[in-house]
């Protein structure tokens, strides 16, 4: 009995990781392959046999990317997007979660329910009217005016996930500062907000990495040099020149290089504020 | 007195007035203020403009045409092939994507959530997909599946699935499965995560009093695992769905809606009516059918998943 309740878990463990090296390789593999690609001369890679690791690594696809294209423009576009995003969703968002999670008052599942259902409009059915609506006052074309419309479905986002570690706070501390003296306005800004420190990053990092990834809005509102981000540019440019396998895998790699570095970081207390503000929404 | 003087003029005076508003019930207000107008101004408001858009002709390459026409393009969409193929698109990529990242997903969370040794490691590769941007995430898999260079016609060949190298996205035949291939690569992490954290929260005494009534590890997970998921199951769909229908990026970079309209989806259709036609009111009248179509099946699924659960 003994025996084969542990063969049974042993068998059980060697099942486990089979399929969490499958999933893995799933995961991961595409994004080696690019890696791969990106480290390859042209000829490694327009083979008619394949070639899987690089006869000789080659950084040439990354100094063409930079050099030869307006990549680091795109880049520099997609930088101060996500950054005048970042700042917005948590200078307004920020006091709207605290709202909600703190404060009781009259509508307000209503007014959170309001936040979340903001999800459901179709991009495009936004899009269309905020393009008119931009051109009438010049904003088409413009960062900010590309990040205003970003917070369209990222404040509520950030707002709901920092509701969540809002709410894992304790309150005590809080209280014992407002029995202190301490305004109300005082407290939240030297007792909650640093309490909920992790969170207010997590959050932040995961809506920055939803500008920074962000494409359909940026296709529509941006038409030239000025506000182009990355990703339309990137886009663009393979629709353009044919861009070689090799350097598109390299602009590939390079604009994902903060996404995952981002995300390496902060990773825990990202997938606590996502799971958390999924599971309570 | 003279103290309350002294305070007004320091400095800090807009920091106390400030923190003598908190006390205040406005304050509460005030916190909303900030966030409401802005939501009002980029979502509310272009929601319902988009309604006011789509009962008129605005094209922005033909300014002169401009006016109200009532329901003309809804009545012309009934009679519009694109419009019922993307639709039809729209339902089998929905649907097969999500089936295969909830199986994904599930099998991914319960082997995760055995806590071996080494699992919070996979944990955390396994979710990087669902961060990648998709305009990498198409053009990566563009490569991997080209019809001359791809690796897995390679593989395929090489283990011998196929004879030749195939064109994935250019066979009408085989467009929309590689598609929903790639969504499902990029989106069941977000499955494994949610199913995750549902799994977490499954009191572990169910299982121990289960096993000593004498279920075995597959009534376990019919009778306690799957009920006590059912709600991150429900929350997970929904929120899945509302995204897929929604985003048109991964068609856009992958196919473009073709070869022919074999990969166009309603999301895809509506934004190339706007973006390449200019054709802003029938775009706009696409976008609420689809929006309409997305409120009525969330109403009638959250009443099919509550109704089980009672």
């Known amino acids: 009995m003994l025996k084969t309740s542990r063969s049974r878990r042993l068998a059980g463990d060697i099942l486990t990781y089979a399929v969490l090296t499958t999933l893995t390789t799933f995961c991961l593999g595409p994004i080696l392959w690019m890696f791969l690609t990106s480290l390859k001369t042209e000829a490694d890679i327009v083979t008619s046999h394949m070639q899987y690791i690089p006869r000789t690594v080659t950084f040439q696809n990354y100094v063409a990317i930079w050099t030869q294209s307006n990549f680091p423009v795109l880049i520099a576009n997609s930088l101060v997007v996500t950054t005048i995003t970042v700042v917005i969703c948590v200078l307004t968002g920020t006091l709207a979660a605290y709202a909600f999670a703190r404060l009781p008052f009259k509508g307000r599942d209503k007014i959170m329910l309001g936040y979340l259902l903001v999800r459901m409009f179709p991009a495009v059915m936004v899009i269309i009217p905020l393009y008119v609506m931009m051109r009438t006052v010049g904003l088409v074309d413009s960062r900010f005016g590309l990040a205003l419309a970003y917070t369209s479905f990222l404040l509520p986002l950030f707002a709901w996930m920092l509701k969540g570690f809002f709410d894992a706070a304790p309150k005590e501390l809080e209280s014992a500062a407002r029995i202190d003296g301490s305004t109300r306005l005082g407290a939240m800004v030297r007792i909650v907000l640093p309490l909920a420190r992790n969170g207010l990053v997590a959050s932040s990092v995961f809506i920055a990495i939803a500008a920074w990834n962000e494409f359909i809005f940026a296709l529509m509102l941006t038409t030239g040099q000025g506000s182009r981000t990355w990703p339309v540019g990137l886009q663009l440019m393979v629709g353009e020149f044919q861009l070689p396998w090799g350097v598109l895998a390299a602009g590939g790699i390079l604009s994902i290089l903060p996404v995952v570095v981002l995300f390496a970081i902060v990773q825990r207390a990202m997938v606590q504020g996502l799971t958390a503000g999924a599971i309570k929404g | ?310």
């Open chain 2, 1 to 310: 007195m003279r103290r309350d003087h002294m305070k007004s003029i320091l400095p800090r005076g807009p920091i106390t007035l400030l923190g003598n508003l908190s006390e205040t019930r406005y304050w509460v207000y005030l916190l909303l203020f900030p966030s409401l107008v802005l939501l009002l101004l980029v979502v509310a408001y272009p929601t319902l403009y988009g309604f006011v858009i789509s009962v008129r002709e605005m094209r922005l390459t033909r300014p002169g045409l401009n006016g109200w026409v009532g329901m003309k393009h809804y009545v012309a969409m009934m009679s519009d092939r694109v419009f019922w193929i993307s639709l039809k698109n729209t339902a089998i990529w929905v649907t097969a994507a999500i089936a295969i990242e909830v199986t994904l997903g599930f099998v991914a969370a319960v082997a995760l959530n055995r806590n071996l040794p080494g699992t919070k490691l996979f944990g955390v590769l396994i979710l990087l997909p669902y961060f990648l941007p998709n305009v990498v995430a198409g053009h990566m898999w563009a490569l991997l599946l080209d019809p001359r260079l791809g690796v897995i016609n390679d593989l395929l060949v090489g283990i011998g699935i196929l004879s030749t190298y195939k064109a994935w996205f250019a066979d009408p035949a085989t467009a929309l499965a590689a598609t929903i291939l790639v969504e499902a690569w990029h989106g069941f992490p977000f499955f494994a995560l949610l199913f995750l954290a549902g799994l977490k929260g499954i009191p572990e005494d169910l299982y121990k009093a289960a096993a000593v009534d004498g279920a075995g590890p597959v009534r376990q997970f019919r009778l306690i695992t799957v009920p006590m998921l059912k709600t991150v199951i429900a929350a997970a769909v929904i929120l899945r769905v509302i995204s897929l229908v929604n985003s048109p990026d991964l068609l856009l970079v992958l196919t473009g809606g073709g070869p022919g309209n074999a990969t166009q989806v309603l999301s895809l259709y509506a934004f190339q009516t706007a973006y390449r036609e200019f054709n802003f009111g029938y775009a706009g009248a696409l976008s609420v059918v689809m929006f309409i179509l997305l409120m009525l099946f969330a109403t009638i699924y959250i009443r099919l998943t509550r109704v089980t659960k009672e």
